[in-house]
C-alpha cells in the first residue's frame, strides 16, 4: 500500500503571528513558511514558543488579531487548513482501553464513520511493522511500539500537512533512528513541520531547519542541508552542521 | 493462602469474641456468645433471611437507582454548561444536609414500605456516584483533547468515546464507595419506621432482649455488605481489564 497516494502538496504560511500568555508575549510578528511536500524541522531552546507555534497551526491555540491583520495561518490553495493538518504528539497518546488497531482507526469512530471498515488501519499496522500486534492494548507494548502505532494514526487521517511535537524524544536512540527513517520514507511526500529538541534528528530529516530564539521569538535564516532525507547519521558534512547549529542553539539559549 | 487467610482471620475474630465473652462475664444478653448466636441464626433462618431479601432489594435498588441518576447528572454537568452551574450547588447542598435527618422526613412521605428506604439508600448513592464521574470527566488527558480536536471530532463523539471511557475509572471508584454505604441507607430506613427488613428485626430483637437474635441479624447484613462489595468490585474489574493493578498478585507468597 503506498500512502502517499494522497493529497496534493500544500504550503502553509503564517504571517505575523502573535500569541501572548497573560502579560508575557511568546511571539510577535513571527513569519514562517512550510513549503509543500517538504520537512521544515524548528529548533529551540525549551520553553522558547515551538510547541505554541505548533499548535497555533493546528487550531488548538488562538492568535491575537489587530485590526486590518489577514488570516494569520493561511495555505497555498486558499481554503483554511482547519481540519487538513495531522498531529502527532511526543507522548504517544493511545488510548489505554482500544486494540493497537482501533487506535489507528480512532479518527474515523471519532467522526462516526465506523462501518467503513478497518482494512487501511490493518494495512497501515502492517506498514509500520505492527501486523502482528493489531488486537493489542497499548500498555501491553514497547514505547517504539506505542509510537508506531501512532504513526500509524497520523497516517490514517491522511492529512496533506502533518505536524509533529517532538514525536521521538522519548524513545532509545536506535529505536529512534529506526522511527526517523519510517516516519522519512510514509511522510515523504506531505508538508511536515517536526519540532524537535535534537539537532542531528533535524539534520537527517529536515528540508529546511530554523532555529527559533529571544522572547518575543524570532526564527533565524532556514538551514537548507545537501542531498535527501532520511541522511546518514554518519555524513561528515552532517556532523559538521550539526556543530554550526549546536552553537546557534547555544547562542539562542544564553 | 489466598484462600485461608479470611478464614483464619474469621477463626481469630470468633475466638477473641468467645474468649472476651468468657473473660468478662457477660450475661447473654448484653453480650450473647458465638455459638449462641449461631443456634439463634440457626433456628430463625427462614426469618432473618426472609427480612435480609428485603434489605437487599431495598440496596440494590437504591444502588441501581442512585447510580443512573449520579451518571445522568455527572454526564449533563460535563456535557451543558448552565447544567453544570445549577446543578453543582444542589449538590453541595444535597450533601451539607445530613440525609440520616432526612429519614423520617422520607418515611413520612414515601411511608413504612420499600419505597422510603430505597429514596435513602439513592440519597446516600447519589453524591459519591456524581462527584467521582464528574471529576473524572473534567479530568480528561489534555492530550486525547487536543488530538480528537485535530480529528474533526464534535463535542458529542469526544464525550462518548475519549472522555467517558476515560473517566469510568473514577466512575467505578464512586461505585466501590457507594457500594460501601448502601447499607447504611437501608438500615437506618429501616431503623427509623418499617415493618421488615433486617434493621426492622434487629430493633425488634433488641425490644424483646432477644440479642442473640439481634446479633445473628446483624452478623447476616455485614455477609451481605462484604458479599455485595466483593461482587461490584469483581465486575469493574471485569468492565476494565485495561487498567492498571499497582498491587501486583506476585507479591503474595505462594
Known sequence: MAPSAAPPPLSVTVRAARVAHGSEVLFDGLDVTLAAGRWTCLLGPSGVGKSTLLRLILGLETPERRDGDGETVTCSDGSPLSGRAAFMAQTDLLLPWLTALDNVDLGRRLRGAEDEGNGDAQALLDRVGLAANAGDRPATLSGGMRQRVALARTLMEDRPVVLMDEPFSALDAITRIRLQNLAAELLRDRTVLLVTHDPLEALRLGHRIHVMAGRPALLDEALEPAGMPPRNVDDRKLLEMQGDLLRRLAEASS | ?254
Open chain 2, 1 to 254: 493462602m489466598r484462600v485461608w487467610r479470611p478464614l483464619i482471620i474469621l477463626t481469630g475474630l470468633i475466638a477473641l469474641w468467645q474468649a472476651v465473652v468468657s473473660l468478662s462475664g457477660a450475661p447473654p444478653y448484653i453480650l450473647p456468645a458465638p455459638f449462641e448466636v449461631a443456634l439463634a441464626w440457626w433456628r430463625r433462618a427462614d426469618v432473618i433471611m426472609e427480612h435480609a431479601a428485603l434489605t437487599a432489594a431495598e440496596i440494590l435498588l437504591g444502588l441501581a437507582l442512585g447510580a443512573v441518576f449520579g451518571a445522568c447528572s455527572a454526564l449533563s454537568m460535563a456535557y451543558f454548561r448552565p447544567a453544570r452551574r445549577w446543578l453543582l450547588p444542589v449538590l453541595v447542598i444535597s450533601q451539607a444536609v445530613p440525609v440520616f435527618a432526612l429519614a423520617p422526613l422520607l418515611v413520612l412521605w414515601f411511608g413504612y414500605g420499600i419505597a422510603s428506604k430505597v429514596a435513602m439508600a439513592t440519597l446516600i448513592i447519589y453524591f459519591p456516584v456524581t462527584a467521582a464521574f464528574h471529576d473524572g470527566l473534567r479530568r480528561t488527558e489534555p492530550g486525547w483533547l487536543d488530538l480528537a480536536r485535530t480529528m474533526n471530532a464534535s463535542r458529542a463523539s469526544t464525550l462518548r468515546h475519549v472522555r467517558i471511557p476515560a473517566a469510568l475509572p473514577a466512575l467505578s471508584s464512586g461505585l466501590r464507595v457507594a457500594t460501601a454505604v448502601a447499607p447504611i441507607g437501608a438500615v437506618v430506613g429501616e431503623w427509623v419506621g418499617s415493618s421488615a427488613g433486617l434493621g426492622y428485626l434487629m430493633l425488634h430483637a433488641n425490644a424483646r432482649m432477644q440479642i442473640d437474635v439481634m446479633f445473628a441479624a446483624l452478623f447476616t447484613l455485614a455477609v451481605l455488605a462484604v458479599a455485595l462489595y466483593f461482587t461490584m468490585d469483581t465486575v469493574l474489574r471485569r468492565a476494565m481489564p485495561w487498567l492498571p493493578d499497582s498491587v501486583p498478585d506476585t507479591d503474595e507468597s505462594p
